[in-house]
């Protein structure tokens, strides 16, 4: 099994910036990709970024050009750094195991699998 931990959301003004972290823990040497989802009140949970195994990533239109993801070599911790915060932003953020993105009509889609380890989420507010 594995465990994932996120911190470091928060509240911040539109236009500030945030750092996201997931520790993972347990049996990590069967991580092959990690993810970034976020939930907002009253709307579904959405992917919004994903780094494979070998290390490419995709992000949904949304947030590409304002967040990055990454990972340490180690695959322990995964990262989103968030710069241009807007309102909308403001979610639920989670990490999971087991993703993987494809596009459509709509642009890229970041998915996790049924098997995939979930985090329990850490808050990021943005006010205007």
């Known amino acids: 099994q594995v465990q994932l931990r996120e911190s470091g959301g928060g509240s911040v003004q539109s236009g500030g910036s945030l750092q996201l972290a997931c520790a993972a823990s347990?049996?990590?040497?069967?991580?092959?990709?990690m993810g970034w989802f976020r939930q907002a009140p009253g709307k579904e949970r959405e992917g919004i970024a994903t780094i494979a195994r070998d290390g490419s990533t995709f992000y949904k239109d949304s947030v590409k050009g304002r967040f990055t993801i990454s990972r340490n070599n180690a695959k322990t911790m995964l990262y989103l750094q968030m710069n241009s915060l807007e309102p909308d932003d403001t979610a639920m953020y989670y990490c999971?195991?087991?993703?993987?993105?494809?596009?459509?009509?709509?642009?890229?889609?970041?998915?996790?699998?049924?098997?995939?380890?979930w985090g329990q989420g850490t808050q990021v507010t943005v006010t205007s």
């Open positions: 347990g049996y990590t040497d069967s991580i092959y990709s």
């Open positions: 999971a195991t087991d993703c993987t993105a494809y596009r459509n009509h709509q642009g890229i889609q970041v998915k996790a699998t049924r098997n995939a380890y």
